[in-house]
């Protein structure tokens, strides 16, 4: 089980940007690199659906709803993820779960769940 650590979640208004964060703090790099990562969300009463992934090779996979405005990135000397929303919209209100995945080339990581962050927009 990797430990991850979330950060950036908040509340803003509609058209504003957050920038979300993943910490694995206890890997060491060649493993973080290793992995694909990636971010859901989960709004009330909803399904948990994937928002971003990235693989090892830095290939991408975004939800439709996001694409142009979302962006998932990585960072091996800080072992984070990245994932920058801009032109947030309420319908982006949702807690949202950083995952890993031992299969480097999955675009749908599942392996390891952060404990999620709040993002909510206010229009």
């Known amino acids: 089980q990797v430990r991850l650590v979330e950060s950036g979640g908040g509340l803003v208004q509609a058209g504003g940007s957050l920038r979300l964060s993943c910490r694995a703090p206890?890997?060491?790099?060649?493993?973080?690199?290793?992995?694909?990562w990636g971010w859901y969300r989960q709004a009330p009463g909803k399904e948990r659906t994937l928002v971003a992934a990235i693989t090892s090779g830095r290939n991408t996979n975004y939800a439709d709803s996001v694409k142009g405005r979302f962006t998932i990135s990585r960072d091996s000397a800080k072992k984070t993820v990245y994932l920058q929303m801009n032109n947030l919209q309420p319908e982006d209100t949702a807690v949202y779960f950083c995952?890993?995945?031992?299969?480097?080339?999955?675009?749908?990581?599942?392996?390891?769940w952060g404990q999620g962050t709040q993002v909510t927009v206010s229009s």
């Open positions: 995952v890993a995945d031992r299969d480097g080339t999955s675009l749908v990581p599942s392996d390891d």
């Open positions: 206890r890997i060491i790099t060649s493993v973080f690199n290793s992995r694909s």
